[in-house]
């Protein structure tokens, strides 16, 4: 068996052709999955980069493994204590240890160690590479360092080979050889200049009067021409969505490199490929501009194409599933047993009998930028919040995503029976999770405790002032009452430790 995992950063399916995008953005990844099984409802459990690498590695939920945040206590999972073994359970049931006892020489071409300090992804891999940019990398760079080892090894037998690449990652900064690919083509229908201009009132990082953190970075815009600081016009959506569609393209283009090389060696046809993402992008929904932020569905859903021999290819399955799921399929349909520890669940026999078959619901979280629980269900995702990331959320939003899939109106005054059955999921599901917690208690609300989410960390003292002096002091007001008891802590803090580095 030769595996090959595509893992495109920050890649959300509605924007591929096999998803049903208008724009011509992904020609080769197009290809692959008519001859593949495509998957339309599969989520990352925990958001966005280091919780969902750590939740595919372990197979296990961030309130568990321990690592929801990107910064704090809970940027780190859990280790073994007096029961820890000479092996640690990291390594005995990490994603790539179950594919090194299915026989697997296991390679990862990736920089997300570095970049999130995150060197438990290493646990069960044979080799990794990193060309060392801490996820700056284009695709280029990823595809040398993969291509050299498909050159000395690709012919060989069982072997397992990760290749990430960042492009659909802000900054946008694909190569100006690419030109301008889209600039003829129509905007989304959905992000109207009266939305736009609702949002240039708006708050929060990434939002449109910021929307590459919490103020523009006028040196970002001569660095990554692609990249708009701000959102003042429909000129600056557009370069938004050009710049987020130039990246997947390039990422794609770079997939056809793999395609062909892999022809070249003669493996192409008989491997197993798998092409996903750990998070989507919000492009514009909830008032973000390029991020991640949320636990919606615009930044938990993920593509997920798979190629498997034996499998029925050119069907499309819309179950609901955690990314850990599948990860628990391929484990099984490698003959391996699933750990016992994971909450990942294999659905290998009904993908082997063609019926379509998963979740009732789904627990989505985010705890890096908000703190946030989804819950996804029928047509809908419910999300609660304990912590907005100053965009002034709602506690409650509820989102009919047949009719409102960009999440614009929240119905929870004129739903209030799906917000009790949402909220009734919840419930169950944390009393389920809750006994086995990593560090105790609910990591979520450590994160909350510790000082909120670590990108907003220290930064609604000055952001208060910039509200003010751009015509926003209404939105300070709302943030600064919300906000005021975390504001007294600060105020008591050392100056040092106020904000992240």
């Known amino acids: 068996m030769r595996l090959l995992y595509i893992d495109i950063d920050t890649l959300r399916p509605d924007h591929l052709g096999c998803y049903g995008y208008a724009r011509k953005t992904s020609p080769n990844i197009d290809a692959i999955a008519a001859e593949a099984i495509v998957f339309d409802n599969v989520h990352a459990s925990d958001t966005p980069c280091l919780p969902s690498r750590t939740a595919l590695l372990t197979g296990r939920f961030g309130i568990h493994n321990g690592v929801v945040n990107h910064g704090g206590v809970d940027a780190d999972p859990v280790i073994g204590g007096p029961d820890r073994q000479f092996w640690s359970r990291m390594q005995v049931d990490s994603f790539p240890s179950c594919l090194k006892r299915a026989g697997l020489k296991t390679v990862s071409v990736s920089s997300f160690a570095a970049r999130h300090s995150a060197f ?23 595809y040398a360092l993969a291509a050299d080892w498909l050159e000395r090894h690709g012919a060989e037998d069982n072997w397992f080979l990760h290749v990430h ?13 690419y030109g301008d690919p ?106 973000v501009y390029g991020d991640h932020q949320t636990a919606d569905q615009i930044t938990t859903r993920i593509p997920m194409i798979l190629k498997w021999p034996g499998l029925e290819a050119g069907r499309r399955f819309e179950a609901l599933h955690y990314q850990i799921d599948v990860s628990a399929t391929l484990v099984e349909l490698l003959g391996e047993k699933v750990p016992r520890a994971w909450d990942g669940v294999s659905f290998a026999d009904s993908l082997k009998s063609d019926a379509d078959e998963g979740r009732d619901h789904l627990i989505v979280s985010q705890g890096a930028w908000t703190c946030q629980r989804g819950v996804r269900f029928d047509n809908w995702i419910l999300i609660s919040t304990m912590h907005d990331g100053y965009h002034l959320f709602d506690d409650l939003m509820l989102f009919d995503l047949t009719a409102d899939p960009h999440e614009q109106v929240s119905l929870v005054d004129q739903r209030p029976d799906i917000v009790a059955h949402g909220l009734t999921l919840l419930t169950h599901w944390y009393g389920e999770m809750a006994p086995h917690a990593a560090r105790g208690r609910d990591p979520l609300a450590n994160v909350v405790a510790e000082g909120g989410p670590y990108h907003v960390r220290g930064e609604l003292p000055a952001y208060l002032e910039r509200l003010k002096a751009t015509g926003r002091a209404d939105k300070a007001a709302l943030l600064a009452e919300k906000y005021k008891h975390e504001l007294a802590t600060l105020q008591r803090r050392p100056a040092e430790v106020l904000a992240p580095a």
């Open 120 to 142: 438990h992804w290493y646990a069960g891999f044979d080799e990794a590479y990193n060309v060392g940019k801490y996820g700056l990398e284009t695709a280029d760079e990823v």
């Open 165 to 177: 690449m960042w492009d659909p990652h802000t900054p946008y900064r694909a190569d100006a050889s």
């Open 182 to 287: 889209f600039t003829d083509e129509p905007l989304p229908i959905w992000l109207t200049e009266q939305v736009r201009a609702a949002h240039w009132q708006g708050a929060g990082p990434h939002s449109a009067q910021e929307c590459a953190g919490f103020a523009p970075k006028e040196d970002a815009r001569l660095r990554w021409p692609r990249q708009p600081q701000d959102i003042p016009d429909m000129a600056a959506v557009r370069a938004m969505f050009d710049g987020y569609d130039t990246g997947v393209l390039v990422a794609d283009d770079y997939v056809g490199r793999l395609m062909g090389l892999m022809d070249r060696l003669g493996v192409k046809d008989e491997a197993a490929i798998m092409i996903s993402s750990d998070h989507g992008e919000t492009l514009g929904e909830l008032n």
